[in-house]
């Protein structure tokens, strides 16, 4: 994975993104939570460390399903 410097700062942060709008189900026609959670897990496992994520975005959904899926993850990053 590439990372990028964020500014002046010390944050190192993946060139590539997990766009997580379809996530949250809302003008999709809904969600798999399952297959949401597995799908962010993996993409931390490959190196992620950004994750797009807005509330409207399923009203809130979206970041329940990305929280759920950190938090499940170990990681060092908290949601």
């Not at 997990?18 to 949401?36: C, L």
């Not at 190196?47 to 950190?70: C, M, Q, R």
Request: charged residues 20%; glycine residues 14%; hydrophobic residues 40%.
């Amino acid at each position: 994975m590439e990372y990028r410097k964020l500014g002046n700062s010390d944050l190192q942060l993946s060139a590539i993104a997990f766009g997580a709008w379809a996530t949250g189900g809302w003008m999709w026609g809904g969600t798999d939570q399952q297959e949401s959670v597995a799908a962010i897990r993996r993409s931390v496992d490959l190196g992620v460390t950004t994750i797009d994520t807005a509330p409207i975005y399923g009203f809130g959904l979206s970041e329940k399903i990305v929280g759920e899926a950190i938090r499940a993850t170990g990681s060092k990053y908290s949601c």
